[in-house]
Nanobody, 114 residues
Framework: QVQLVESGGGLVQAGGSLRLSCVASGSLFSIDVMGWYRQRPGKQRELVARIFRGGLTNYADTMKGRFTISENNAKDTVYLQMDSLKPEDTAIYYC????????WGQGTQVTVSS
């Protein structure tokens, strides 16, 4: 079992930055991948960025160069640094951990005003 708690969402103007955090607890040794997904209004949940065991990362094309995923040394916290935010980045952002099962956090709202 893995528990995930996100924080750091909020309201920001276009062009601004936010940093999301996701603290994981439980069976951390079993986690293969941690990532961030988002769900925009009226859209399906989509991948933002992932970080694999060993540190390899990948990003959705629309987020490359603007968003950065990282983790702390203890491997129990994942961050998403979001820069140059656009109104279309407005969404609920969810933390995900994959073992052989997907675990999800409760989500954190990010609203970007124009």
């Amino acid at each position: 079992q893995v528990q995930l708690v996100e924080s750091g969402g909020g309201l920001v103007q276009a062009g601004g930055s936010l940093r999301l955090s996701c603290v994981a607890s439980g069976s951390l040794f079993s986690i293969d991948v941690m990532g961030w997904y988002r769900q925009r209004p009226g859209k399906q949940r989509e991948l933002v960025a992932r970080i694999f065991r060993g540190g390899l990362t990948n990003y959705a094309d629309t987020m490359k160069g603007r968003f950065t995923i990282s983790e702390n040394n203890a491997k129990d916290t994942v961050y998403l640094q979001m820069d140059s935010l656009k109104p279309e980045d407005t969404a609920i952002y969810y933390c995900n951990a994959y073992t052989s099962v997907d675990y999800w956090g409760q989500g954190t709202q990010v609203t970007v005003s124009s």
